[in-house]
């Protein structure tokens, strides 16, 4: 158990849909990393928040957004949905915003969309 | 362009080999570089990594890895394999000022028992 929680575990949903995936960086930690996992596209930077600030956006797409909260908590959400958009999607957290940082990550939400 | 390149793929083994997986960046300036395993049905969590100092790093469960940096190269090696060492593994680069890492499309491995 890396302290990082992800939820939901799994999602099914339809296209065009919106949905909110949630992440709980482990206690002390002011970094949250979102990543997207797919078969084709292996494991791919989304964005990077640190303490409410976004850091860093990778291959994130305009229907995509994120937030992080006070509470440090951070939100990906994903909206006007598309078949390719079905991915395990996950968070990772980390003390401070620094490259030789260790990243822990959370379990990973797969989404499926029909 | 900042980038990791994994050679193989997938990689089948049987217990008691020995392992090498292949690992490639491109990135400009000071790296820092990992190795993730994720087992399967779980999270990716750190096998080692390499910031500065010998190149030569020791990790978890008998793993090392050498840094080359005429090679640019960051392979993963241990002398003898399980079969709980089926796993994917990934190779990730970052720079001290990154926000990001970047990750290789990782490299599935099958230990036959």
């Known amino acids: 158990d890396s302290g990082v929680t992800q939820t939901p575990k799994h999602l099914i949903t339809a296209t065009g849909q919106r949905v909110t995936l949630r992440c709980s960086p482990r206690?002390?930690?002011?970094?949250v990393y979102w990543y997207q996992q797919s078969l084709d596209q292996g494991l791919q930077f989304l964005i990077h928040?640190?303490?409410?600030?976004?850091?860093a956006k990778g291959n994130i797409l305009e229907r995509f957004s994120a937030q992080q909260f006070p509470d440090l908590h951070s939100e990906l959400n994903l909206s006007s949905l598309e078949l390719g958009d079905s991915a395990l999607y996950f968070c990772?957290?980390?003390?401070?915003?620094?490259?030789?940082?260790?990243?822990?990550f959370g379990p990973g939400t797969r989404l499926t969309v029909l | 362009a900042q980038s990791v390149s994994q050679h193989n793929h997938h990689v089948i083994l049987s217990e008691a080999a020995s392992l090498e997986l292949g690992c490639n960046y491109s990135?400009?300036?000071?790296?820092?570089l990992f190795w993730y395993v994720q087992y399967p049905g779980q999270h990716l969590q750190l096998l080692l990594k390499?910031?500065?100092?010998?190149?030569l790093v020791k990790g978890i469960k008998g793993f090392e890895a050498e840094f080359i940096k005429s090679k640019f190269s960051f392979n993963l090696r241990k002398p003898s394999v399980q079969w709980s060492d089926t796993a994917e593994y990934f190779c990730?680069?970052?720079?001290?000022?990154?926000?990001?890492?970047?990750f290789g499309k990782g490299t599935r491995l099958h230990i036959l028992p």
């Open positions: 206690s002390g930690d002011l970094s």
């Open positions: 990730a680069v970052s720079g001290n000022r990154d926000d990001k890492i970047i």
């Open positions: 990772a957290s980390s003390v401070v915003s620094a490259g030789y940082n260790e990243q822990f």
């Open positions: 990135y400009g300036g000071t790296v820092n």
């Open positions: 928040y640190y303490n409410g600030e976004e850091r």
């Open positions: 390499y910031f500065s100092g010998d190149p």
